[in-house]
T-cell receptor
Framework: GQQLNQSPQSMFIQEGEDVSMNCTSS?????WLWYKQDPGEGPVLLIA?????ELTSNGRLTAQFGITRKDSFLNISASIPSDVGIYFC????????????FGSGTQLTVLP | GAGVSQSPSNKVTEKGKDVELRCDPI?????LYWYRQRLGQGLEFLIY????????KSGLPSDRFSAERTGESVSTLTIQRTQQEDSAVYLC??????????????FGSGTRLTVV
């Protein structure tokens, strides 16, 4: 079945540092989505990518759609305490264009 | 409403009891999804409703799980004879048309279910 492998599983960084996480797929995706989940809340969409090679920024966040269409990267620059949370990649499930497959998440902790 | 509303936010139940979880999607959103999130894991698809079409139940893990939706409004997820492995956060999401490649979903805050 279709799988999304997300790494790292967790990260502990100092405030001000840059962060990078990635997601790889066993099959080609036409869309990559990155979500953030705060404790006790549902995931919130951060960035959407629609084209291979696309690089999109949202404030301090930058995400890229890999050329092979099987991977995506999310970078956070100059991390701040409110960046703490779980970051998920997601893409349309090949068996149904109306359903998203999610990675297992990257737990980010920002130390003061 | 302004966002996706789920209730209850927390539910503790005894093993073997039935539970019902409720989701109120964003007004006008035709598509509604239920996902399950076990501790430290990603989101696991359960079921999808789109308008008046037959729901996609392919993610339901067993026949103890069922869900209903009335038109384009409230949905309820029912778990019968709960087991400890059912303990998880159950997330509901909705989207305007089901074209999730355009804008993804809007999630509710979830119901945290604990089976003791």
């Amino acid at each position: 079945g279709q799988q999304l492998n997300q790494s790292p599983q967790s990260m502990f960084i100092q405030e001000g540092e840059d962060v990078s996480m990635n997601c790889t797929s066993s099959s080609i995706f036409n869309t990559w989505l990155w979500y953030k989940q705060d404790p006790g809340e549902g995931p919130v969409l951060l960035i959407a990518l629609y084209k291979a090679g696309e690089l999109t920024s949202n404030g301090r966040l930058t995400a890229q759609f890999g050329i092979t269409r099987k991977d995506s990267f999310l970078n956070i620059s100059a991390s701040i305490p409110s960046d703490v949370g779980i970051y998920f990649c997601a893409g349309p499930f090949s068996g149904s264009a109306r359903q998203l497959t999610f990675g297992s998440g990257t737990q980010l902790t920002v130390l003061p | 409403g302004a966002g996706v509303s789920q209730s209850p936010s927390n539910k503790v139940t005894e093993k073997g009891k039935d539970v019902e979880l409720r989701c109120d999607p964003i007004s006008g959103h035709t598509a509604l999804y239920w996902y399950r999130q076990r501790l430290g894991q990603g989101l696991e698809f359960l079921i999808y409703f789109q308008g008046n079409s037959a729901p996609d139940k392919s993610g339901l893990p067993s026949d103890r799980f069922s869900a209903e939706r009335t038109g384009e409004s409230v949905s309820t997820l029912t778990i019968q004879r709960t087991q400890q492995e059912d303990s998880a956060v159950y997330l509901c999401a909705s989207s305007l048309t089901g074209q999730i490649t355009l804008s993804g979903y809007t999630f509710g805050s979830g119901t945290r279910l604990t089976v003791v």
